[in-house]
């Protein structure tokens, strides 16, 4: 079974940086686009950044210029490094492909669990 899962959040000063990574578990054929979402309590789930198989990106206004994601296909890894660090980018952060399991010639779409990224002095 394929799974995503994220890691890298945690707590940092306002400023500050961090890395999230977004492997992968199972037995992958290829994925396909990848993308960065958040949540805060309260709000729809919005879109960060995402990135085609091809490399192409798009990011949401609010992080242009401060975000940056990219993938390693040898690892079927995404990332996402978030620098200059706002309060309001306080958020579970979930990773989100699709993704071609070995076992299925189907494109699914997967989510991982999220983690935690909470920006506070």
């Known amino acids: 079974q394929a799974q995503l899962v994220e890691s890298g959040g945690g707590l940092v000063q306002p400023g500050g940086s961090l890395r999230l990574s977004c492997t992968t578990s199972?037995?992958?054929?290829?994925?396909?686009?990848m993308g960065w979402y958040r949540r805060t309590p309260g709000k729809e789930r919005e879109l960060v950044a995402s990135?085609?198989?091809?490399?192409?990106?798009k990011y949401a206004d609010s992080v242009k210029g401060r975000f940056s994601i990219s993938r390693d296909n040898a690892k079927n890894t995404g990332y996402l490094q978030m620098d200059s660090l706002k309060p309001e980018d306080t958020a579970v952060y979930y990773c989100?492909?699709?993704?071609?399991?070995?076992?299925?010639?189907?494109?699914?779409?997967?989510w991982g669990q999220g983690t935690q990224v909470t920006v506070s002095s």
């Open positions: 989100n492909a699709d993704l071609r399991p070995s076992y299925s010639s189907t494109t699914y779409n997967y």
């Open positions: 199972g037995s992958i054929f290829s994925i396909n686009a």
């Open positions: 990135i085609t198989s091809g490399g192409s990106k």
